[in-house]
C-alpha cells in the first residue's frame, strides 16, 4: 500500500504539475474571463440576490430550486478541502499559497459560469422524468464528432470513479478520525450511523439531497465562519502582517525556518492552485451536475447562481481559514515534543485553540468538519448518479445510492493514504476533458451570454420577458422542450444553435 500510494502521488503530481494543469485550469479561466468581459466582477452582486435572496424562477421547470442547485453544490465543495485543504496548501507552500487559491478562485468563477450555463444549456430529461445535465452530456452535445464523443465518456467514468474517493471515502475517513481524536468516538460507530444517514437522504434523490442542503449547509457555514471571525477580531492587530506575507511570499516562495519544509514559489503556486480547486471545484464540471438539476428560465440565470458557489466557497471560507492559520501562527507551529511542524490534518484545529478562548477551539473544527465532509458526501453522491445513469442508464441509480451508501463504512473505518493521491489523480482526470470543452465551446458560451445579459442586465426579467426576447433565438425552443437522454445525440436545431463558436 506504501508503494501505490507513492505511485498515485507521483502520478498526481505530474497531473497537477507546472505543465499540465495549473496552466491549463489558470489559463481556462483567464480565458473565460476575457470572452466574458469580467463577468464574475460585473454580474456578482445581481448573481448573489438572485440566489440568496430570491432564489427561484417562477414557473420554470426543473426538480430543485435556484438556491436548492447552489446549496447541493455548496454542500459537494464545501469539505476537507476548506480545512485540511487549505492547511496543507499553506503548511507546504507557505502563506503566498493562499494567494493563488484566491486567483485560482476568482479565475474559476468564470470557469464555474461556464460549465453551469452548459450544464443546463444541454440538459434533458431523463426516463424518470428527472432533468439531468453535465458535461457527460455537454461535452458531446456541444462538440461534434469523436472528440466530443470521447471527452464526454472520459468524464462520465472519471467522476464515477472520483466519487467514491472524493466524495466518499477521504471525507468518511476525516469524520471519522476526528471524531475519535475530539471526542474518542469509535471509528466503527461513526461509519455505521454516517452510512445509515446517507442511505436516508441519498435514497430519495436530487430532490431529498436539495431539501437537505438548502437548510443544512448555510447553517454550516455561519456556524464555522461565524467562529473564524471571532478569531480574527481577536487577532485584528495580526491581520496586515498576515496580509503582508500573503502577497510578498505568493511571488517569493518561503524559507525553510524551524520546522517548515520550505517551498520556493512553484510549490506555492502549485499547491495554492491544486488545493484551490480541491476547495472549489472550479473547472472540474461537478457543479455544473447540479445546476442542470435547476428550476431556471435561462441557462444564463443560473450560471451566474452557480457562479457565486465559487465566490462562497473560496473567498469567503478559505479566507477565514487561511488568516486564522496564519494571524495565530499555526502554519509554521512546531510541535515542542516532536520537533516537527504540526501536520495539515491538526493545523486547523491548533489554529482554532490557540484563537479561542479555553481548550475547545479544535471542538469547533472538528464539528465544522463533521459537517462540511458529510454535506461533500450528499453533493457527490448526486454527481456519481448522474455519471452511472450516463454509463449504464437510469436502472443503475438505485444500486448506486446503496453501494455509495455503504463505501462511507469503508471510508470511517480505514487508513486511505493510497486513495487521498488516487483522489487528487482523479480530479485531475475530470478537470482535463471538461477545460478542453469549455474553451472549444467559449465562443457560443460568450455570444449566448451577451444576447441575454443585453436584454435582462439586471437579472430582474420574468419568464413572459424571458420568453419575447428568445423565442426567436437559435436552439431555444429546443431548450424548453428537452429531450429523453440516452445515446445523447444531437438535434439538427442543436447543431445549428452551437455551429458557429468562434
Not at 202 to 228: C, D, E, H, N, W
Not at 269 to 287: H, K, L, P, W, Y
Amino acid at each position: 500500500m506504501d508503494d501505490l500510494a507513492t505511485l498515485l502521488g507521483d502520478i498526481s503530481s505530474v497531473i497537477w504539475g507546472p505543465f499540465l494543469l495549473i496552466p491549463l485550469l489558470l489559463g481556462t479561466g483567464l480565458y473565460l474571463t476575457f470572452r466574458l468581459g469580467g463577468l464574475q466582477f460585473l454580474k456578482l452582486g445581481a448573481a448573489l440576490r438572485l440566489g440568496l435572496l430570491k432564489r427561484k424562477d417562477a414557473g420554470s421547470e426543473g426538480d430543485i430550486s435556484q438556491f436548492q442547485a447552489l446549496t447541493t453544490a455548496l454542500a459537494a465543495t464545501v469539505g476537507t478541502g476548506n480545512i485540511v485543504g487549505v492547511a496543507t496548501a499553506i503548511g507546504i507552500g507557505g502563506p503566498g499559497a493562499l494567494f493563488w487559491m484566491w486567483v485560482t478562485g476568482l479565475l474559476g468563477m468564470a470557469s464555474k459560469y461556464s460549465e453551469a450555463y452548459l450544464g443546463v444549456r444541454f440538459r434533458g430529461t431523463d426516463a424518470a422524468g428527472e432533468k439531468s445535465g453535465g458535461p457527460q452530456y455537454y461535452l458531446e452535445r456541444g462538440i461534434r464528432g469523436p472528440l466530443g464523443k470521447f471527452l464526454a465518456l472520459f468524464f462520465a467514468i472519471a467522476a464515477t470513479i472520483a466519487c467514491f474517493g472524493i466524495g466518499n471515502m477521504t471525507q468518511g475517513n476525516s469524520i471519522s478520525a476526528n471524531l475519535e481524536n475530539s471526542f474518542n468516538v469509535p471509528t466503527w460507530t461513526t461509519g455505521l450511523v454516517l452510512t445509515i444517514m446517507a442511505m436516508v437522504v441519498l435514497v430519495g434523490g436530487i430532490k431529498s439531497i436539495g431539501k437537505v442542503t438548502a437548510g443544512f449547509v448555510p447553517i454550516m457555514i455561519v456556524f464555522y465562519v461565524a467562529a473564524a471571525i471571532y478569531i480574527l477580531i481577536a487577532n485584528v492587530g495580526q491581520i496586515p502582517a498576515a496580509l503582508g506575507q500573503i502577497f510578498t511570499e505568493a511571488f517569493t516562495g518561503t524559507s525553510a525556518v524551524g520546522g517548515f519544509a520550505g517551498s520556493a514559489i512553484i510549490i506555492a503556486v502549485q499547491f495554492g492552485v491544486a488545493r484551490g480547486i480541491f476547495s472549489n471545484e472550479s473547472g472540474m464540471g461537478s457543479a455544473a451536475i447540479a445546476a442542470a438539476a435547476a428550476q431556471t428560465t435561462h441557462p444564463v440565470r443560473q450560471g451566474l447562481v452557480s457562479m457565486t458557489q465559487t465566490f462562497i466557497d473560496t473567498i469567503i471560507v478559505v479566507t477565514c481559514t487561511g488568516l486564522v492559520i496564519i494571524t495565530t501562527g499555526a502554519w509554521n507551529y512546531v510541535d515542542p515534543e516532536t520537533g516537527k511542524q504540526i501536520s495539515a490534518s491538526l493545523m486547523t484545529g491548533h489554529a482554532f485553540t490557540f484563537g479561542l478562548p479555553g481548550e475547545w477551539g479544535h471542538w469547533i473544527v472538528t464539528i465544522g468538519l463533521v459537517m462540511f465532509a458529510f454535506s461533500t458526501i450528499l453533493g457527490w453522491s448526486y454527481y456519481g448518479e448522474r455519471n452511472i445513469e450516463r454509463l449504464l442508464g437510469r436502472k443503475a441509480v438505485m444500486p448506486f445510492r446503496v453501494i455509495f451508501s455503504l463505501v462511507v463504512y469503508v471510508g470511517c473505518t480505514t487508513q486511505l493514504t493510497a486513495v487521498w493521491n488516487f483522489s487528487d489523480m482523479m480530479n485531475g482526470l475530470m478537470a482535463i476533458p471538461n477545460l478542453i470543452g469549455l474553451l472549444i465551446l467559449s465562443g457560443m458560451i460568450a455570444r449566448e451570454t451577451r444576447w441575454y445579459l443585453k436584454h435582462d442586465p439586471k437579472l430582474e426579467a420574468t419568464k413572459d420577458e424571458i420568453e419575447a426576447f428568445m423565442k426567436e433565438r437559435p436552439g431555444w425552443a429546443d431548450w424548453k422542450a428537452g429531450d429523453v437522454l440516452g445515446s445523447s445525440r444531437m438535434s439538427s436545431s442543436e447543431r445549428d444553435a452551437v455551429g458557429d463558436r468562434s
